[in-house]
């Protein structure tokens, strides 16, 4: 069993919609939780940490449920500029990044 | 650097050659990874280095793949006798040892065996 599990996508969706991805992980002694975004040919950078009571930045959510293991991330009026694939990351100590296969997004005009 | 510095940011090399990978982490970051994406792909963990010790070898692939850290900073991956399944983009990370922290990447070198 993968150590973090996401849908793939593609999520095709229109400016200005809510899209949201979901990402599960097996590992109950995971301790932090990131999204990432990556852009075609481009390498990973850090979309926004994940905290247990939630947290929000700008058009962006990112929610946590330890006790059913998984990890969302909400984005609220897509631009076009946010078309990227969306990578689901989990630490479970000792410095042990685990990242999903990654969500693609395309947001269209 | 202000950034992970990876190099070269390109190579082109033959069926059976060795190729040397370098990853030149950010300044005071005490872990390093490893990881490799093929063409739309997820990213797949190779190896991981706390200081110059690799608590973690578990993801790589073959004997032909090893990796060394000198010194707490600069990074080599090694692949021997390369095949063409090993064409990827090697990408390079590190972090400070503390868990909560993030992973930057660099730019990743883009490996093509023909």
């Known amino acids: 069993r993968k150590e973090v599990e996401q849908d793939p996508g593609p999520f095709n969706v229109p400016e200005g919609a809510t899209v949201a991805f979901n990402c599960t992980y097996s590992n109950s002694a995971s301790q932090s939780f990131f999204w990432y975004r990556q852009d075609c040919r481009k390498e990973p950078k850090l979309l926004m940490s994940v905290y247990s009571s939630g947290n929000e930045d700008g058009r962006f959510t990112a929610q946590l449920n330890r006790a059913s293991q998984y990890i969302s991330l909400l984005i609220r009026d897509s631009k076009l500029s946010d078309s990227a694939t969306y990578l689901c990351v989990v630490n479970i100590g000792g410095n042990q990044f685990y990242f999903g296969t990654g969500t693609s997004l395309t947001v269209i005009p | 650097g202000a950034g992970v510095s990876q190099s070269p940011s390109n190579k082109v090399t033959e069926k059976g050659k060795d190729v040397e990978l370098r990853c030149d982490p950010i300044?005071?970051?005490?872990?390093l990874y490893w990881y490799r994406q093929s063409l739309g792909q997820g990213l797949e963990f190779l190896i991981y280095?706390?200081?110059?010790?690799?608590?973690?070898k578990s993801g790589l692939p073959s004997d032909r793949f090893s990796a060394e850290r000198t010194g707490g900073s600069v990074s080599t991956l090694t692949i021997q006798r390369t095949q063409q399944e090993d064409s990827a983009v090697y990408l390079c990370?590190?972090?400070?040892?503390?868990?909560?922290?993030?992973?930057?990447f660099g730019q990743g070198t883009r490996l093509t065996v023909v």
């Open positions: 280095f706390q200081g110059n010790s690799a608590p973690d």
């Open positions: 300044s005071g970051h005490t872990a």
């Open positions: 990370a590190s972090s400070f040892r503390d868990s909560n922290t993030e992973a930057f």
